[in-house]
């Protein structure tokens, strides 16, 4: 079994964190609809959660916890998945919206996973903040959905 850390774990939200970023820019300057555009520029923005985290964290402690081990690999929220949710210029904002939601689905999974382990207490704390953080993003996503918003 290979031992992975926290940090890799880290590193393959922020992966997936990067490629969200690429795929609303293009939905953006692909789209159609003005209110898709708008959208897809506002999720964009805000789907760098995890770096914003990190920033807030003391340097030694960042360091200390990145460090951790994991005793079992969380399985990766699928990068395939991407082309799966291929979104045509002339998608609505609800098809956008159903698609942010269930990223935001894979990255909290993400996080559960490595909370369901036996961690140190700042580690759980820091994956315990980030899937409070993914779900707060749910919430606000189907919010807007449900108000018809663009």
Known sequence: ??????????????????RLVEYYKALCDNSTREGVRLLADYIGRHCRRLSAALKRLDPDERERICA????YEPVAPDVPCFEDRDLTPDATAGEVLDIAIEFDECLAELYRQVLRQDLDREV??????????EERDEIVLKKIKATDYF
């Open 1 to 18: 079994m290979a031992v992975i850390t926290v940090d890799d774990v880290l590193r393959t939200a922020e992966g997936f964190e990067e």
């Open 68 to 71: 951790c081990p994991i005793r």
């Open 124 to 133: 759980k704390d820091l994956f315990e903040s980030l899937v409070r953080s």
